[in-house]
């Protein structure tokens, strides 16, 4: 699937006759709800440390797609219906010169990689740290799932059109020049925004800043656990099944990313994940999840109290001196 949309979107890049793409899906259950994690799983298993020529390449040719539509020159439309999670994400999350990311009444949007103990990549050292205030951060460590009101609150969505006007707007998109493609879709959308409802980020936010903001995962959760509001009792919850290395991992992460470009960004998440893999934390992560399906990962370290910040910099160190790194020409 990344190589097939690689191909149509350079194809589609310089073809004076596409005025825009449109990223759609064939079921209404998701547009995309991320990567086959039981192929991570398999391929990592495969060879010592994680190491399977097919995971190197899978990587680096999803990030050089995110790259892709990131910097894509034409209109980009990603009908972001249903389940967007992960991988789905990524090729939906495009620049702000030409992205129109569309949530409706279906959407169920998540970055949860640090529930396999992965952490959010596909670019999301750059979208999530970009958020406001420590919205990211929320994201990024909980892993919960959030609505269309909150995508477009925290800034990964641009408009909401319910499921019942996704035909209309089809028509309106086959009937619109690209050059006022962007325009059109907003006006179409603009008196739909207020059926997406309240945000419940929005609502909460005094409290997620107050948690949040912390410095570091310990702060955050000890600060979490003094807090009797059920909004924290859940993120909290979440948290304490998480990998406690990964967690440390995506707070590095975002900061990073925060003073990163997307290209820069992509190539930090591509050394991450190779280490991520050497480690064995996520295929540990997927074992539970999805192959033995016992729910008790045997995290490494097990406890938050373990992780030391030289366990946490050692994944990202270097494992291509830059010359060879394989995003260097993003």
Not at 240 to 263: D, H, I
Not at 291 to 299: G, L, M, Y
Request: aromatic fraction near 6%; charged fraction near 20%; hydrophobic fraction near 45%.
């Amino acid at each position: 699937m990344v190589r097939a949309m690689t191909a149509a979107l350079l194809a589609w890049r310089d073809d004076h006759d596409v005025a825009a793409v449109v990223v759609r899906s064939t079921s209404e259950k998701a547009l995309c709800a991320g990567g086959d994690i039981r192929f991570f799983h398999d391929a990592g298993r495969a060879t010592p440390q994680g190491g399977s020529a097919l995971l190197e390449d899978f990587f680096t040719e999803e990030y050089a797609l995110n790259h892709l539509i990131h910097c894509y020159p034409k209109p980009y439309i990603a009908l972001m219906d249903g389940v967007v999670m992960g991988g789905g994400m990524g090729i939906a999350q495009g620049g702000p010169r030409c992205a129109v990311r569309i949530v409706t009444n279906r959407t169920k949007m998540a970055m949860p990689e640090v529930n396999i103990g992965l952490f959010p990549d596909v670019g999301g050292s750059h979208f999530l740290s970009r958020a406001p205030g420590s919205l990211g951060v929320y994201l990024g460590l909980t892993g919960l799932t959030i609505g269309a009101a909150d995508a477009l609150y925290v800034g990964l969505a641009d408009h909401y059109v319910p499921d019942t006007e996704l035909a209309a707007l089809s028509d309106l998109i086959g009937s619109t020049s690209g050059g006022g493609l962007r325009e059109a879709v907003a006006t179409f959308a603009r008196p739909l925004r207020a059926g997406a409802g309240d945000s419940p980020l929005l609502a909460h936010r005094a409290l997620i800043e107050r948690h949040f903001g912390h410095a570091s995962v310990p702060d955050i959760m000890a600060s979490l656990r003094d807090d009797d509001d059920p909004f924290a009792r859940q993120a909290l919850g979440a948290m304490e099944q998480r990998s406690p290395l990964m967690m440390c991992v995506t707070l590095e992460l975002l900061k990073r990313g925060a003073r990163l470009g997307v290209a820069d960004c992509l190539r930090m998440e591509r050394t991450v994940v190779r280490r991520t893999f050497e480690h064995g934390e996520v295929l540990e992560g997927v074992r539970a999840l999805v192959i033995d399906k016992d729910n008790a990962p045997r995290w490494n370290p097990p406890a938050l109290a373990d992780v030391t910040d030289a366990m946490v910099a050692q994944l990202f160190e270097p494992a291509w001196p830059d010359h060879a790194h394989p995003l260097r020409h993003l």
